[in-house]
Every structure is written in C-alpha cells, then in structure tokens.
C-alpha cells in the first residue's frame, strides 16, 4: 500500500513540473510581455524584474531559480499591484474560494447522490424522468446565465439574499448555488447510471435471493459499487467548480482568487496570471491524487 | 406437495428501440409439484426459459419481465409478492445456487460478512455475532473449504472459481433450506472442480435431505444425481420421468436428440451429434409444436397444433402426438 | 460495424438475462441504419435536430432581412423593448444597436467555434488514437501517458493565458478549444483500436499484405466512428459553452463582433433596467445547448443502446 501511495505520488510530479515549465516559458516568450526586451521598462520596475528573475543569468539559469521560487511558494512579485508578491494575493483569496468550492463539492455530492438514488429506484417513472429533466437542465445552463437569472430572482424581485458582499452566511447562497447547480446535474446523472448498473449485478441477485431487504442491499450491497465512480468525478469536479469559481467571483463580486485571476488577465497582470494558473494546476493535481488513492483504498481488488 | 407450480408464465417486454415493443414468452404455461425430499432436474438448451421458470418463482425478474399463474410453497403463495413477504422465504427456506461464481459474490464485501448476513437477516432478534460467525466458519468447513477461519476473511477475488462456488453453496445451506436451487451450478468450471461441485451437492443432499432442483443444460451430469428429471423446450416442459425412463425410454424426439448429442454417445458413431438447426427465436416461436422444425418425425398437425401432455407410465408425461416411439 | 452488432446483443442481454439473447435485428438493415431509425424514434432527439436546424438557418440568414447592420445604431430607439414596426424584433441595446441582428451574428460565431473546434479535435483525436492503439507496446504507453500528462493540467486557464499573451483572437479560441477537446477523443479512438486489432477482419487485411496506413484508414477508423460522433455531438456544446465563457469574462469574442457570451455580459450588466437584453441570446443559447445534448444522448442510445 505504502509504496502504491508513494507511486502514485511520484507520478503526479512531472505533471506539475510540465505545468511550471510550460508556465515559466511562456511568461518569457510572451510578445509585447514584461520580459520582451524591446519594450522600455521603467527603471524601478526593471531593477526589481532583476532582482527576482535574474535576467542577466542564461535562461537555464534563470528557470533553474523559478523553479526553486515556486517550490518555496514564491510567484514573485505581482504586475499590477506594486504591494503585494502573487503569493500574498493568491493567500488572500483562497479561503473565499476554498470555502465556495467545498461548499459546493459538498451540496452537489449530497443532492446529487439522493436524487440519482431515487431516479435509478423508479427507473422510467415521472420522477425519474422529472430528475434527468432537471439535470439536463442544470447541465446545459451555463453558470453565466443562471447566476443573473437568480439574482434577478432572489435578489432583486423578491429581495430574499444579497447580491454581492462576503462575509456572511447568506453572501454564500447563491454564489453556492450557481457553483453547485451542474455539478449536482453531474452526480444525479452518474448516480442513476452507476446504481442501474450496480443493480443488475449478479451478486445484487445473490443478495436477494439471500433474503436481503431493499435497504439493506441498497446501503451494504450497492452502494460501495455505486458510489466508486463518484469518487472518480471528484477530479473533474474540482477543475469545473475553479473554472465556475472564477465566473461566480466575478458575477457576485467575491474577494476570491477567480477575481483576482481574471482582473489578472484583464490587466495583463503576467506573474500574477502566471501563479494562479500554477497554484490551480497543483490543486487539480492533488485533487486527482487524493481520488486515486481513496480508490485504492476503498476497492479490495486494486493491488498495491 | 412442497412446491406446486400451476400453469406458470414468463413474459419479457423487449424494445429494440426500432420497431413496436415486443413480447417475448420465456416460459408458457409451465406446471409441476415437487415433494419434500425430492430431488429434480431441469434440463434444457439455453433460452428454454428453464432458468427463468424458478427466477420468477424467486421473485428475480428483471424489470421488464412479468411472472404470470401460481405458485405455492408450503402452502404460501409466492408469485407476485412483495419482497418484504418473499425474504421470509428466500435465503431462508429456498436457497438458491447461481452459474457464475465468479460474479455472484460482491467483490467488495468479505465472504464472512456475505455469509453472516444471511444470518443477520434471517434470525432476527435472535442473531449473535459470535455463534454465525462459529455457524459460518463451520459450514466452510462443511463445503470442504480448507482452513475456514482464514477464508472467512478473506474477498472474493482471492479465491478460486470452484472455491466461491463452494462459498454460494455455503451459503445458499446457513440456513437449513427445506429446497436448493442450482442454477448451472457447474458451467462455468473447469471439468474436474465440476466433479468435486456436484459430488459435493449429491453429499449434501444426503445428508441433510434437502430436495435440489438443478437447472441445467448437460444432460449426463444429472444421472447419479437426481430421481426425476424436467426437459423443457422453448418454455414448455416436453418430458418428465425418472432418470431411467428419460435415459433408456425417452418418448419426445428432442430428448432423443439431447441424449444422441451427448460427449458419451461419441464413441459408437464416432463423431459428435448435434441437433440440427437452430433453437427457435422466442420473439418468433413456430405455431404448433416448437420443435417441429428440428424434428426428425415431424407431421403436418404439428405445425399448426400444440401436442397436449401424454402419460406414458405413472411419473412419465410427453408432448408429443407420435406415439411407440 | 461488427462493433455495433456486438453493442446490439450485449443491450439483449442487458434487457433479458443471457438465458435468452433473441436475434432481433431487423432483417435487411445495416446497423447504421437501424441506429438512424433509432434516433428517429426518439422525439426529443428529432424535436432538438428540428430546432437547431432553425436555429441554424436564422443565425445564417437571418441578419439579411434585417434593416439594421451588426454595428449600426439607431438613433431613435436607444435601450428599447421588442418593437415590430421599427424591425427591432430582439429589441435594442443602450448604445441603440439592433440585438435580433447581434443575437444572430453571435449565433454564426458561437455555432461556427463549435463546429470548427470540435472538427479540429475530431480529426487530431482519431489520427493520435488510431496510431497509438494501433501500435500498441511502448509507443502507445508513451503516447498515452503524454495524454494523460495533458489531462491534469488546467487547460482553460492556459487558454486564457493565451489570450493574455496572444491578444484576443478568435482563431485562436478555435485552436485553443480544438487542442484541448481532442485529448478524450484520443482516448476513446485508442480504446476502440485496441479492442479492433484483434478482430479477425484486421488480422485478415493484415494476412492478405494490407499496409498499416491503409489498415487503419480502411479498418480501423471506420469502426471506432459510433462513439467518437457521439462524443463529437456532445463536445460541440461544450465547446460553445467555452467560447461563451470566454466571451461572457471579456476574454473572447472582441467588440463590435457580438457573441451569445458577449450578449448576455452585457445584458446581465443592466438586467434590471433592460431584461430584454440578456433573454434573447441567453434562451438562443440555452436552446441550442439544450438540443446539443439530447441530440448527442439520442445518437449515443441509437448507436449503444446499452443504457436505455
């Protein structure tokens, strides 16, 4: 097991040095970017740029110190923002977001799960056909639509939660919401399939030839089978709720680091850019890690 | 009478999604009584509905399959129930015995766990941890498992085909079941565990005078095993009778042809018979006789007419219109 | 073809348990065929072909029987409601711009990036995972685990990372996308391949000293077709979804050009005072989303009606 786990960890870091390099490369290849010389910089700025980056060194040189900077947590400092490195920008806005999107993870796990149980349990009725209706719905309705059309809803006609702020419990609602609203789509629709298929499984037959009742082959039976490519989706989900997150930061106007990515991009903010995406890569990363180990830990039939 | 099928039909519902939903008659009209203590075979090609006769009886159709007639076991009625009043049955006084080993325990769950439920669930109030765990381990030991309490540990997948089949078969007997069934228990294994499994379920059915039904397709397998023996053909039953009237008196051209293709016949001929044809489609059974279009002796009203059931001696019944065969 | 006969019987047998697999394949129909008439018989599939072909039509010619230009403005009737008489059918944006033409003019855009990106990712996916199963061993742990590599990373924040550093260019959205969706394409194409290899009519092109190009070009590729155009029916509203996202943050589609994304950015931006604004690209866009996805659930039970 425990070398499963260190393989697995090992594995996962050219990934993350691919993401560096190709971040660190393209930062220094940028036409019309900071570090294109034909491009007068101000002297102050040009003194710190040497500072950090090392700019007289030979560019192996140069990455060699990046990567060191980035193993240390060190972006540099950010374009835009004269005060803050990346580092301190992005440390500000992750507990907006981390909490957003486990918030999220956690609402769309719950109700997904339930209502993909109970679609696969009346498989072919008017509530199976109700749920699968309503996933497709949360599937194709992009984050953008939904998050106006419920704040024109709740908060704007009937005035019931705030539209914008942080801080709060009821600042997290909707932003909540939209970010889950897919993702509950996704769970309902994996659910229902993985449980019809578990369901016709021959050892669920077994079970109830033994006499097992309903609850009992659902809760002990089913639902390890079921529940195993849920885990699976937790990878992807994490890569779709930080993609939603920078939409939902933007729309309801969160101090989170989807905002500060996206002012980035919008300011040209290279370095700043730059860490998020950095910062996002491991998180999906170790996202992936974590899945493939519980998976292995929670399936007798993956040999270490 | 322990078991008393009447008249019992399958029916599936099939969508092919192209043309009009169809219904596809597995089993159509099937009767037969079982006494306690008794020990019968079903025998048949796949698609006889042998196997869907007692899914039906156990309440294990699938969604789109319907279980029509009666059924009654010890005076309970089984068809159509609801599973609440089946599981005081099932597992308990019918335990049944699946093909696939392999498949039929839950890969995820240890076989002491699969083997104590059945306990758990069955006894109730009365359910100790520690004495099923001693009953399973036991009865490991019974279905000639080595080293049992090892086993009782252990997952599925650390165990061979014939050993799973060994722990369905432990199993399907925790409970002291008054009827077994085996539905191709031996199929998918190797030639020599299939030996050990049906020596195995002979051994048991001495010992214990649980009856068997074995549902099977290989007809030589059932020989030292069962007293009476079912052919069924395209969901209807052809000929009953003993295992000496089927092997040397078989009336129906079809269980002719099933002895004449069996490995043992080899030697005389020298080649391998095989019925000729092919097996009707249930979607589209022939009218009349549905083996008329295979059958050697076949007549112009079998086409058109269902041979009613024929009594050759006291236990021996044919559907067939030729006679002194 | 063999394929699909297979995923035929395994769906029997799905149905009714292995007892009894009928050979209900309608006499005279090539598996294409009967898959067609599945889809047929499938009103949501056919309701959602029949919209997105209106849908299509009106983003292409619609603009022409419409007075106004893309950029025109019109003086009179500045941030006004739906209004029949002065051929404002989509009502007008603050700055007076007609929106029933900038509705479709971002309907070419938005259905153009989606067609093209998904044919860009369609065409790279199979050449990769054709190659890849086909060649087996090393070379296609190789290329497999540089696929994987890809997967990890963060795509659409590299997307937007070129968009920073490349300006905001719509082609490159189309090659962005395109690079991105083709890697689950190769992984199907390479399943498929893998399991193709072994089928006898490869081995017989092979005995008969078929070459390996014309093996896969003629054996292989047409056989994994089923489920990568299903997956190519469901990438297409992915991909326009993306592009609208990009569009929605400012990062795609530029002005004057208009996008649904575009569109409903600023329509969201004076929802209260102009609802209008962002109704009218934003159901054009649920719409044709909506008919994406089932068109692709139709496609995919017609061609492996497995799941039904």
Redesign the interface.
Known sequence: MLSYFAKRIASSIPTLFIIITIAFFMIRLAPGGPFDSERPVPAEIAANLEKVYHLNDPLPVQYGYYLLNVLKGDFGPSFKYHDFTVSELIAQGFPVSIQLGLLAILLSLMIGVLLGVIAALRQNSAIDYLVMGLAMTGITIPNFVMAPILILLFGVFWGLLPTSGWGELKHMVLPVIVLSLPQIATVARMTRASLIETLNMPYIRTAKAKGLPTRLILSRHASRATLLPILSWLGPATAAIITGSVVVETIFGLPGIGRHFINGALNRDYTLVMGVVVFYGFLIILMNLLVDLLYAWLDPRIKY | MMLTIENLRVDFTVDSGIQRKQTLQAVRGVSLELDQGENVAIVGESGSGKSQLFNALMGLLPPNGSAHGSVSFNQQALLNQSDKSLNKIRGKEIGMIFQDPMTALNPYLRIGKQLTEVLEVHEGANFNKESAKRRAIEMLDRVKIKDPEQRFNSYPHELSGGMRQRVVIAMALLCKPKLIIADEPTTALDVTVQTEIIRLLKDIYRKERTSIVLITHDLPLVAGLCDRIIVMYAGKIVETGTVDEIFYKAQHPYTQALLAATPTNTEKSGKMLAIDGQPPDPLNLPAGCAFSPRCAFVEERCKTESPPERKIDAGHLVSCFRENN | MLGLIQGLNTK?S???????????A?VG?SPWQ?AW??LL??KAAVVSIVLLVIIAVLCIFGPLFSPWELDSVDWDNMGTPPHLQSHHYFGTDSNGRDLFVRTLEGGRISLMVGLLATAVSFIIGIIYGSIAGYAGGKTDSIMMRFVD?LY???F???V??L????GRSIWLIFIAIGAVEWLTMARIVRGQTLSLKQRSFVEAARVTGASHYSIIKRHIIPNTLGPVIVYATLTV?QVI?FE??LS????GVQEPMSSW?VL??E??QQ??SA?WM?LSP?IM??VT??CL??IGDGLR??LD?K??
Do not use: C, K, W
């Open positions: 029997m799905a149905l009714i348990p292995n007892e009894i697999i009928a050979d209900n309608v129909l009967q008439r599945r018989n499938n590599v990890a990373l963060p659409m924040f590299f937007i990372l968009t920073v550093y490349f509203p979804l609208s996202f929605f943050l400012g990062l994304g409903i950015a329509g969201a929802m209260e609802p962002v934003a866009l649920a989303l909506f996805n089932f039970d017609a009606p799941d039904r």
